[in-house]
């Protein structure tokens, strides 16, 4: 029997979204990334929101640099879900960490078989449109219900607010757990809080 003054374990539920374009996305999700990894008790979506389609939804991989890399991780994230989150990190790292493109099949390719994903299924689930229409779908539903206008945008219940960390895991004073549920925990209980800006960066 727990003692009265213990509190129940609740998992915490947010959503998160991204484009491998974006360099805070990728700091954000590297905390994520990190912090599942040590074992948080997070109920995570990711959501993806292209930052092209929001200009010009177009939803044709020739005119998206992102696109591919967003619907190869969708369909990661939905048919193999233990290989998502290394997939994850690796295809913010080919722009970011390796300088290539994002919208190069053999670049993306040769990214997620270095992290055991089975590449042919995934491009399957590309090719045959049910992908596309998944990232289109959650891409929309971002903008409507939570007027998503950027990455990455942290959503909990009815609050969204994008979020801007300077700093990866390895170089962030604040372990990656607390960062992000200090975050969720602000979204959530201090949503009269619009906007908190430093005047210059430390360094």
């Known amino acids: 029997m727990a003692r009265a003054d213990e509190r129940p374990i609740v998992t915490l539920q947010f959503a998160v979204t991204y484009d491998y374009r974006c360099p805070f996305a990728r700091n954000v999700h590297e905390h994520l990334v990190d912090g599942l990894n040590d074992g948080a008790d997070w109920d995570v979506t990711f959501v993806p929101l292209s930052l092209s389609q929001l200009k010009d ?36 790292g080919i722009r970011h960490d390796r300088g290539l493109s994002q919208r190069d099949p053999e670049v993306l390719a040769s990214t997620l078989l270095g992290v055991g994903v089975d590449v042919e299924a995934a491009l399957d689930a590309v090719r ?76």
């Open 57 to 92: 939804p177009r939803w044709e991989v020739d005119d998206d640099s992102g696109l591919l890399a967003l619907q190869l991780s969708i369909a990661i994230r939905d048919g193999q879900p233990d290989r998502f989150l290394d997939a994850h990190r690796a295809l913010f």
């Open 128 to 203: 045959n449109g049910s992908v596309t229409e998944t990232v289109r779908r959650e891409h929309e539903a971002a903008v409507a219900d939570h007027e998503c206008w950027g990455v990455p945008t942290f959503i909990k219940d009815d609050h969204a607010a994008f979020v801007r960390l300077m700093d990866r895991p390895a170089e962030s004073e604040m372990p990656a757990v607390d960062a992000i549920e200090r975050i969720v925990t602000m979204l959530d209980v201090w949503p009269g809080l619009n906007e908190f800006k430093h005047t210059a960066i430390s360094h």
